[in-house]
């Protein structure tokens, strides 16, 4: 038999959502009623079909079963850490990026007062947590020394932890991970798929710390030379399965981890856009979803000849649009901005 996926889809939002589900005519994805869905896209490697929720019933029993364990991992609660309500959709994870050469804002806030000041402003916005990063992973770059980017950070770290700033640390060095956790950090980022440090499962298991799976294809010195995939939505999946599987047989317990697809990160533009556009395939994995869409070259990509150095335009609709499929966690630059047009479309559609 093949191997199945289920997707959620046909999202309806705000109060027309909440009536559908009383009516019990869509699910509520998350136990959420103010976001559900009355379809499914049932995946293979070869096929794809889509059906109402009522239809479900018709199907085999063997693919009825596989269905039924997917829709209960896409119906089940997430219980709120790290400073995110999983109540609400989405959280937001600003980005401080301390680097001189990060892709869209290097050099810009790493100073300890610009650092400090913007941090504090992206929390006034409505930042829940905010991303301190000091090594640029954009497509080209090359690995730095751990004492350069300790140094990049630290001060500013501790400043902002003194400040009852809730901070997520971006890294890949297990070393880094330990120096944050033990000064207060509450996530752990690290872009490589916890792959680029083999000490890196050792300090999430030793410190219980909650984190972040995200895919990349490659090294950033690589990763943007022509990846290829069999089928890039299937093959993240099967790549966050199989990274599950290894940190339980390592003895991580907890259910404090999200999923990150890794937008831009050895993947081209068809493969962004199929990741972008079937996002809601990962919520039957059962965790919350992260979607790094801020600023991305997709939105140049798309925009043509209308792109610009903020692309909050691009960024803005595509929140929007991950918003509408239930992803719980947007990573941003511009939060305040975001912030103002995800307040507008939710007060149009509970108008």
């Known amino acids: 038999m093949p191997r199945y996926y289920t997707r959620a889809c046909n999202f309806y939002y705000g109060n027309r959502s909440v009536q559908l589900v009383n009516k019990k005519k869509t699910l509520p994805l998350c136990q959420k009623k103010e976001i559900s869905f009355d379809q499914i896209e049932i995946?293979?490697?070869?096929?794809?079909?889509?059906?109402?929720?009522?239809?479900?019933?018709?199907?085999?029993?063997?693919?009825?079963?596989?269905?039924s364990l997917d829709l209960k991992k896409i119906k089940s609660k997430k219980k709120n850490f790290s400073n995110f309500n999983f109540k609400k959709t989405p959280n937001l994870l600003g980005i401080l990026n301390l680097t001189p050469d990060s892709f869209s804002d290097g050099g810009k806030y790493n100073s300890k007062k610009k650092g400090v000041h913007h941090a504090v402003?992206?929390?006034?916005?409505?930042?829940?947590?905010?991303?301190?990063g000091g090594e640029s992973t954009r497509p080209g770059s090359k690995a730095i020394s751990e004492s350069l980017e300790w140094k990049r950070i630290s001060k500013i770290l501790k400043l902002l932890i003194k400040k009852k700033i809730p901070l997520s640390l971006d890294t890949r060095k297990s070393n880094?991970?330990?120096?944050?956790?033990?000064?207060?950090?509450?996530?752990?980022?690290?872009?490589?798929?916890?792959?680029?440090?083999?000490?890196?499962?050792?300090?999430?298991k030793k410190y219980n710390v909650p984190f972040v799976i995200q895919h990349t294809k490659g090294l950033p010195e690589n990763m943007q030379k022509k990846p290829s995939y069999k089928n890039a939505l299937l093959d993240i999946y099967d790549f966050f399965e199989d990274k599950i599987k290894f940190v339980r047989s390592k003895g991580i317990k907890h259910n404090n981890i999200i999923l990150d697809p890794g937008i831009g990160f050895?993947?081209?533009?068809?493969?962004?856009?199929?990741?972008?556009?079937?996002?809601?395939?990962?919520?039957?994995l059962g965790f919350p979803i992260l979607v790094g869409n801020s600023r991305k070259k997709f939105i140049k990509d798309l925009s043509e000849k209308n792109d610009s150095k903020s692309r909050i335009g691009g960024t803005i609709s595509s929140s929007i649009y991950l918003m509408m499929q239930g992803v719980q966690i947007l990573r941003i630059h511009d939060v305040n901005e975001v912030i103002q047009g995800i307040k507008i479309f939710k007060k149009i559609v509970n108008n």
């Open 43 to 67: 995946l293979t490697r070869k096929s794809k079909r889509r059906i109402f929720i009522n239809q479900i019933k018709n199907l085999s029993k063997p693919i009825r079963k596989r269905i």
């Open 176 to 204: 880094i991970m330990e120096k944050g956790i033990n000064h207060g950090v509450y996530l752990i980022n690290d872009v490589s798929g916890l792959d680029f440090d083999v000490n890196t499962i050792s300090i999430l």
């Open 266 to 284: 050895g993947k081209n533009l068809k493969h962004n856009m199929s990741l972008i556009h079937n996002i809601s395939v990962f919520h039957s």
């Open 121 to 132: 402003n992206l929390i006034k916005s409505g930042a829940d947590l905010i991303d301190v």
